[in-house]
């Protein structure tokens, strides 16, 4: 038996033990894991902001750094997706369904349930409610993601390593060593976290694309018709599985960008256009302005800011480093051919500021209906949060309709992109899976989303999912430092073939002055 059989018989085992425990004891399950993960957020909320900051600064000192014109891939190769294909790609791997509910969910929360610093409901609280949105769904959490694609991207085309996690880490700790127990626990714990997270957001997803259905057409709101939703959404995902990573999460990232934006135009020409731009010009100031106060905010001496903290940004800072795995292997694997400056510059910037543009849109347009007395958004649950939005505007039907389709989309790419992860991770560090082994994973996460869903479990399986971000942090530690002496050795040794060569041609004599 191998090394990747072993890894997968590992990952199999130990997501089917945490799926019974949320199936026959989910509250015990939510009971215990979220014991855990408060006790983390409490024990390391300060870990988590220190080891995000430093991802980022690692970023961007790349971006600026004699490493940024090494190409991922080798010396003559060109990027295998033009830049807008990579762009849609990017960012539908990376944040997905979330992007459609916490735009106006997550600034409403800030601004009318529980704001992070001011009173609920004043005017501060709405400017806080956008800046933290920024923050939470900025250069942070793409840095988190940035690290992790780097390294494989680096290691598995520029080097000509298997597409692994333990193997980015050889030049640190050994062939032997990654090759052995220590390389497939790392290996397993990419591998849980990925089947973890994807299942418990495929089961939330099934739900939250079931709230919206019944919203909208008073379709039935019960179990039954979630997993009817989840079959033809999992038979959707396994077709573009089965038709591979340059057709099927193509063609569907392109054409949910182009819904997205479309969305958003629409929404910005019916909605409060002035004050969304307004809103947004003020709100990126802010941001800039308060960067690095939002980043080490800890409050230590105030146990209700504490709490909020804990809540919102160790928990979106956990949540990030737990998803890295997967998302980071899917970013390498699509960004084959490009520089490290090129790779740095498109994975922090562009889908920062599409998040912040559309947390302007839908955001500004959720505070303004509720801040104007149209509206009470806060009564929504998350699910509906964004229909209730779009309903109060012009042409509300047809932008709640695009929303459906969108949602259903990202639904789609992001179960795709997890079956080509856990394929290429299963089938030692492949670039092209079996159309096979990917069936068999996407299956599995349908049948863990459906058993979860039915079952209450879905929390507990998040919290799980937090709980694993804490160990897999100090890998990812560890993947920055191992880049970092390999890519330093190559540079050393490039310069001194280059001086030995330099070396051997004739000097060019001085001209007189």
């Known amino acids: 038996m191998n090394n ?3 890894v997968f ?26 014991n855990v993960t408060s006790y983390i957020s409490n024990v390391f909320g300060w870990y988590y902001l220190l080891i995000v900051m430093v991802m980022l600064v690692f970023c961007v000192y790349l971006i600026f750094s004699r490493f940024g014109k090494i190409r991922l891939g080798k010396d003559n190769e060109r990027p295998d997706f033009s830049l807008p294909t990579w762009f849609a790609m990017l960012f539908s791997a990376g944040m997905g369904m979330g992007m459609v509910f916490w735009t106006t969910a997550e600034p409403i929360s800030h601004a009318f349930k529980n704001a992070p610093v001011a009173e609920t409901g004043s005017d501060q609280a709405i400017k806080d409610a956008l800046q933290y949105s920024f923050f939470h769904w900025g250069v942070h959490a793409w840095a988190v993601y940035g690290v992790v694609a780097l390294v494989l991207a680096y290691f598995k085309f520029h080097k000509g390593y298997p597409g692994l996690i ?59 018709f979630q997993l009817l939703i989840l079959a033809v959404a999992t038979a959707l995902f396994i077709i573009s599985a089965w038709s591979g990573i340059h057709k099927g999460i193509k063609y569907l990232s ?58 919102w940004t160790i928990f979106y ?15 390498a694997r699509i960004s084959r051919g490009r520089t490290i400056k090129e790779f740095m510059l498109g994975v922090l910037v562009v889908p920062s500021l599409v998040c912040f543009i559309f947390f302007a849109v839908f955001g500004v347009s959720a505070l303004n209906l509720e801040q104007n007395g149209m509206a009470v958004i806060s009564k929504f649950a998350m699910e509906t ?17 695009i929303t459906i389709f969108v949602i259903a989309i990202f639904f789609i790419t992001s179960a795709d992109s997890a079956t080509f992860v856990l394929g290429m ?89």
Request: hydrophobic content about 50%; proline content about 4%.
């Open 385 to 401: 949060a964004t229909f209730g939005v779009l309903e109060q505007y012009p042409l509300g039907s047809l932008m709640s309709f």
């Open 425 to 513: 991770l299963s089938a030692g560090g492949s670039l092209n899976p079996s159309s096979a082994v990917k069936i068999i994973w996407g299956l599995t996460l349908s049948a863990m989303a459906a058993i979860i869903v039915y079952f209450g479990g879905t929390q507990g399986l998040q919290n799980v999912l937090i709980i694993a971000a804490l160990p897999f942090s100090v890998v990812v530690l560890f993947m920055g430092a191992s880049f970092f002496k390999a890519a330093r050795k190559e540079m050393a040794k490039e310069k001194k073939e280059k001086r030995f060569k330099d070396k051997g041609k004739p000097l060019t004599p001085k001209k007189e002055g």
């Open 9 to 34: 018989w590992y990952s199999i085992t130990i997501c089917t033990a945490f799926v019974l425990w949320g199936v026959f004891a989910p509250d015990h399950l939510e009971s215990v894991s979220s």
């Open 166 to 224: 333990s193997a980015t880490l050889v030049p640190l700790f050994g062939e032997k060593s990654m090759g052995g127990i220590a390389g497939k626990l790392i290996d397993t714990l990419a591998v849980f976290a990925t089947v973890v997270g994807v299942a418990a957001t495929l089961g939330f997803g099934s739900a939250q694309i079931n709230e919206g259905l019944a919203f909208l057409f008073d379709t039935p709101n019960n179990y039954g």
């Open 317 to 331: 800072w956990a949540w990030w480093i737990s998803w890295s795995p997967f998302v980071g292997i899917f970013i």
């Open 254 to 311: 392109n054409i949910n960008m182009g819904l997205g934006f479309l969305l958003l135009i629409i929404l910005f020409i019916v909605g409060p256009s002035l004050y969304i731009l307004n809103m947004f010009t003020s709100t990126l100031g802010s941001y800039i302005t308060n960067f690095f106060d939002m980043s080490f905010r800890i409050a230590p001496l105030n146990e209700e800011n504490r709490s909020w903290i804990n809540a």
């Open 4 to 6: 990747v059989t072993l």
